[in-house]
């Protein structure tokens, strides 16, 4: 059994008079990717934003190399370095180059070197072949570069872990590829990684595990061949006979 990264332990959250994750458990070995599917508003987002502490939890635990990082008081500014997130709307800054969005945060927290900051986001660039695209401002970029270079923006933190939330769904058809190669290599790279998804195909031939989220849970999760196959849960069974058809 390899070693867990993150594990979630009766995790809950509720906003105000509304449940929104009923007691989550979940563990990802390290290297592994997860795949979250679910209809809209089952609780994935809000999955992703407690594990890297953008909410807080109000049950619970979540462990990060057996450290707890729920702890009410903890120091979250480390605990958001070594979880990265990308979201659907990669909000790079407009008036900044490609590479100048990526150093933007490391220069302030890492405390690195500017010339050994700029020459690891240039290999990264190099590394998922954005290379020529470093010095473009976002408006020069497609969607999908844009959203390549906001992924590097968030692995120049150097995390541990990394979270995407529907990072291809606003992209146009064409250019969900493309990004979805760059999780492929990164997957190939060793990253752990959860991502919240609908490109079911995708999920099929990369996860290592599928979890179907429904009502705050996690209903039913396995290896994509059996879930995708033959879902035990009547809910998963609704749910993929929708989104399959
Ligand atoms: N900041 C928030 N305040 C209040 N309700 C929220 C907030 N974020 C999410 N919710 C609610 O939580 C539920 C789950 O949302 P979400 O986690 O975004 O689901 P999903 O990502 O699966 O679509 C929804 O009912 C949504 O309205
Ligand atoms: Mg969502």
Redesign the pocket.
Known sequence: MPEAKLVLQGVKKS??E?P?LCGIDLSIARGDMICLI??????????LRCINQLEPIDEGTILLDGQDISEPGIDLAPVRRRIGIVFQSYNLFPHMSALDNVVLAPRRVLHEASEALHARAAALFDRFGLAPHMAKYPDQLSGGQQQRVAVIRALAMQPEIMLF?EITAALDPELVGEVLNLLRQLRGEGMTMLL?THEMGFAREVADRVCF?DGGVIVEEGPPKEIFAAPKHVRTQAFLGAVLR
């Open positions: 906003f105000g509304n929104v679910g209809a809209s508003g089952s609780g994935k987002s809000t999955l939330d919240a989220m």
